[in-house]
């Protein structure tokens, strides 16, 4: 995922092996704030409406987690 930090989007790549899989954006508190499926091996997400803190992408099983940060 990139760019890290970010502001307002998220770019992600992902493997072939992953295409069509799910994936949630999870606050500090463990809260689900979005989520979607990647249907493109490279995803753009809108991240516009969140504030800035740290988050965590989860994709697919959860064994695949990224932590990201909004500025």
């Known amino acids: 995922i990139y760019p890290n930090p970010t502001s307002d989007e998220l770019n992600i790549k992902i493997e072939s092996n992953l ?4 994936f949630r ?3 500090a508190l463990g809260q689900e704030l979005k989520q979607g499926e990647l249907s493109n091996l490279n995803s753009t997400i ?4 969140l504030s800035k ?5 989860l994709i697919g099983d959860a064994n695949h987690s990224h932590s990201f940060i909004i500025e």
């Open 53 to 57: 803190g740290s988050y965590i992408m």
């Open 19 to 22: 295409l069509g899989s799910q």
């Open 25 to 27: 954006i999870i606050n």
């Open 46 to 49: 809108d991240l516009s409406e």
